[in-house]
């Protein structure tokens, strides 16, 4: 086991990890203490979080000077393009609209950061995504890898790796369905497969402009404008990206209503422009509050 720690003078801006790991931006992460999700709050103290990165597993905490980890390997560099720690976040929370519910988010999360994650992962997580509450898709997420994952063992345990795209495109649409996901399981097998054959590559539509990246996501079975943007977002890197779920078109309609403008198309560039020069960094901390404001709704859903 190799250990270290990232000083948090080094990272340009504030840092929450609870509010980054906890916001429904990505489910692979794991809090030790079995309260993932619990407190919306960013009260975590010096709780540990664990995930698996490319068969290698992962545990960092928050203190009051440093992120430190534990892993299978020298885990800064992972650590830091995840967690995006080389954003400047004080200078972008500067630029974020001055409205009421986005200057609340940010009193509430200042710290949170937008992610990195792995393309594969986050695309089968939003693509289980709609209707569904973040715990559960944190859930279902986790009864894949535990099924069809590769075993890592880690300080007496049996963790596991996420399934690659190849294993999922291997097993029936019944028994994914009876894993839970629903209809979604037609569509996880199937782009599964598409993936496995490299119908899409994920470089080729990092590189390329914002909506030819979404539009090409979209060719992908199960995969809406929706579960694209948070793919784009969260996983690759892109800025403008605002994913209109329940929560945003919740604050289209009440607090930005001249950005309701009918299709999603429209509606996105509106909200895009509204948002300022961070869209989605605004849309996060807009998510996260509405979400975590009245938990009784759905979570991460259409």
Same mark, same amino acid.
């Given at each position: 086991?190799q250990?270290g720690?990232?000083?948090l003078a080094?990272?340009?801006g504030?840092?929450?990890?609870?509010?980054?790991?906890?916001?429904?931006?990505?489910?692979?992460w794991?809090?030790l203490d079995?309260r993932?999700?619990?407190d919306p709050?960013?009260?975590?103290g010096d709780?540990w979080?664990?995930?698996?990165?490319d068969g290698?597993?992962i545990e960092?905490r928050?203190?009051?000077?440093?992120?430190e980890w534990?892993?299978?390997?020298d885990?800064? *560099?992972?650590?830091?393009r995840?967690?995006?720690?080389?954003?400047?976040l004080? &200078?972008?929370?500067?630029e974020v609209?001055g409205d009421?519910?986005v200057?609340?988010?940010?009193?509430?999360?200042?710290?949170?950061?937008l992610v990195?994650e792995p393309f594969?992962e986050?695309?089968?997580?939003?693509?289980?995504s709609a209707?569904?509450?973040?715990?559960?898709?944190?859930?279902?997420v *986790?009864?894949?890898?535990t099924?069809?994952g590769d075993?890592?063992?880690w300080?007496g345990?049996?963790?596991?790796?996420?399934p690659s795209?190849?294993a999922l495109?291997?097993?029936?649409?019944?028994?994914?369905?009876?894993?839970g996901?629903?209809?979604?399981?037609?569509?996880?097998?199937?782009t599964a497969?598409?993936?496995?054959?490299e119908a899409v590559?994920p470089?080729?539509?990092?590189s390329s402009?914002y *909506?030819?990246?979404r *539009?090409?996501?979209?060719?992908?079975v199960?995969v809406g404008?929706?579960?694209?943007?948070?793919v784009?977002l969260?996983?690759?890197?892109f800025a403008e990206?605002?994913?209109?779920?329940?929560?945003i078109? &919740?604050?289209?309609e009440?607090?930005?209503?001249?950005?309701?403008?009918?299709?999603?198309?429209?509606?996105?560039?509106?909200?895009?422009?509204?948002?300022?020069p961070?869209?989605?960094?605004?849309?996060?901390y807009?998510?996260?509050h509405l979400?975590?404001?009245d938990?009784?709704?759905?979570?991460?859903?259409?």
């Amino acid at each position: 086991m190799q250990t270290g720690a990232i000083d948090l003078a080094s990272i340009p801006g504030p840092m929450d990890l609870q509010a980054t790991l906890e916001s429904g931006q990505t489910f692979r992460w794991s809090r030790l203490d079995g309260r993932t999700y619990e407190d919306p709050a960013p009260s975590g103290g010096d709780a540990w979080y664990r995930t698996v990165h490319d068969g290698e597993v992962i545990e960092v905490r928050q203190t009051a000077a440093a992120l430190e980890w534990r892993s299978t390997f020298d885990a800064t *560099e992972t650590l830091s393009r995840r967690l995006r720690l080389d954003d400047d976040l004080g &200078s972008i929370l500067e630029e974020v609209p001055g409205d009421e519910v986005v200057a609340r988010a940010v009193e509430r999360f200042a710290g949170m950061r937008l992610v990195r994650e792995p393309f594969w992962e986050t695309l089968v997580s939003f693509i289980l995504s709609a209707q569904m509450r973040v715990e559960r898709i944190h859930q279902l997420v *986790e009864t894949l890898a535990t099924t069809y994952g590769d075993p890592v063992e880690w300080r007496g345990e049996t963790l596991y790796s996420f399934p690659s795209s190849t294993a999922l495109a291997e097993q029936s649409e019944r028994d994914l369905r009876d894993l839970g996901v629903g209809y979604r399981a037609p569509y996880l097998r199937e782009t599964a497969a598409m993936i496995a054959a490299e119908a899409v590559s994920p470089a080729a539509v990092a590189s390329s402009p914002y *909506e030819t990246a979404r *539009e090409t996501l979209t060719s992908l079975v199960g995969v809406g404008p929706k579960v694209a943007d948070c793919v784009l977002l969260f996983s690759l890197g892109f800025a403008e990206p605002v994913p209109l779920d329940t929560w945003i078109r &919740s604050a289209i309609e009440e607090h930005f209503p001249e950005a309701a403008a009918g299709s999603y198309d429209d509606t996105s560039r509106a909200i895009r422009d509204r948002f300022g020069p961070h869209p989605g960094y605004t849309q996060t901390y807009v998510f996260h509050h509405l979400r975590t404001t009245d938990r009784a709704e759905v979570g991460r859903g259409d």
